[in-house]
């Protein structure tokens, strides 16, 4: 059946429709609150600008989100996430814009379009860090197709600068899977990618990656579909019902983020099965999300609640039956 469902929805990719679009089509989007609506859109040739904007905190840590596949910045992901760090108020929120790039054939025309641009956003970052934006303050975070071209954007940063910088943090929700994984046209984000990658698996083996492939990698009610509270497949990609596993990952960010105290309790465990007889590798307190700790290493379960707040607390790093 999981071979079945890859079939038909490469059959979807490829048919959609062309989309030729421009690099340049690209934006950053800076939020500055107090709500959605307040934004400035900048090129990608003079991005600088954004630290001279006068509700840009320098003070503040500065995260960029790459949305994902057929996305625009008008889409509820996007919203969700403004929200949730315009609410947290610790955080400069900007958005790449890659809305025309994003969309298209998604073998021939998107998954190429993520690697040209996420090269180019690596170089971008290159600009704001010379422009002197702190890298220790710097967080990119992608969606899908997103967190691939986020993992472009960290080797880009990597090897133009001669391997004298490196970002401090990639977070990928749900990575994009076909067709980065074996990748032997594609490369994946790797832990490589940044000093610290944390990746959270909603969707495994279908729209999002099958294996671990972070410097730390959580699971959420196994990573797979279905997440609790989803509706069952109908078969029909890329509709509402078929993407509900693989936007948990960004709901469980958000919620991560607009929280005031850590949540997502998870624990250390060599699989779902030994998380499932409570066999753990340790038993100090890990979180999923914005708060997690970037020492941490290696293959972290938990389980979630079917609907808002999908947190269960220190009750989600104990498995109960559902």
């Known amino acids: 059946m999981r071979l079945l469902l890859l079939v038909l929805l490469v059959g979807v990719w490829v048919g959609l429709r062309p989309a030729k679009a421009q690099i340049a089509s690209a934006k950053l989007m800076f939020f500055y609150g107090p709500t959605y609506n307040e934004n400035h859109s900048f090129d990608l040739t003079n991005v600088a600008e954004i630290l001279n904007h ?54 021939f025309e998107a998954v190429p379009n993520s690697k040209k641009l996420g090269e180019v956003l690596g170089l971008v970052i290159l600009d704001l860090i010379n422009a002197g934006l702190d890298l220790n303050k710097l967080h990119l975070i992608g969606h899908s197709l997103g967190g691939q071209l986020a993992g472009y954007a960290g080797r880009t940063v990597i090897e133009k600068s001669k391997k004298s910088i490196k970002l401090k943090r990639i977070t990928a929700l749900d990575p994009a899977f076909p067709p980065f994984y074996p990748g032997v046209f594609v490369s994946h984000i790797s832990h490589k990618d940044a000093e610290f990658v944390d990746v959270v698996h909603t969707d495994a083996w279908l729209y999002g990656a099958p294996v671990s492939t972070g410097t730390v990698d959580f699971w959420p009610n196994k990573g797979k579909t279905l997440q609790p509270g989803c509706p069952k497949r109908n078969y029909k990609p890329l509709t509402d019902n078929d ?80």
């Open 243 to 322: 993407l509900c596993s693989h936007r948990r990952s960004w709901w469980f960010w958000a919620e991560s983020v607009a929280e005031p105290m850590p949540n997502f309790h998870a624990v250390k465990c060599k699989s779902w099965a030994d998380f499932k007889l409570g066999s753990l590798e340790n038993s100090y307190p890990a979180y999923m999300g914005i708060d997690c700790d970037t020492r941490l290493r290696g293959d972290y379960y938990l389980q979630t609640n079917p609907e808002s707040p999908y947190s269960k607390g220190p009750a989600g790093a104990k498995y109960e039956v559902p």
């Open 54 to 107: 006068i509700r840009f905190n320098p003070n503040k840590k500065t995260v960029i989100y790459v949305h994902g596949y057929l996305e625009t910045p008008e889409v509820e992901s996007v919203h969700v996430i403004v929200d949730a760090y315009l609410k947290r108020n610790d955080h400069n929120i900007i958005i790449l814009d890659w809305a025309q790039l994003a969309d298209g054939n998604y073998l």
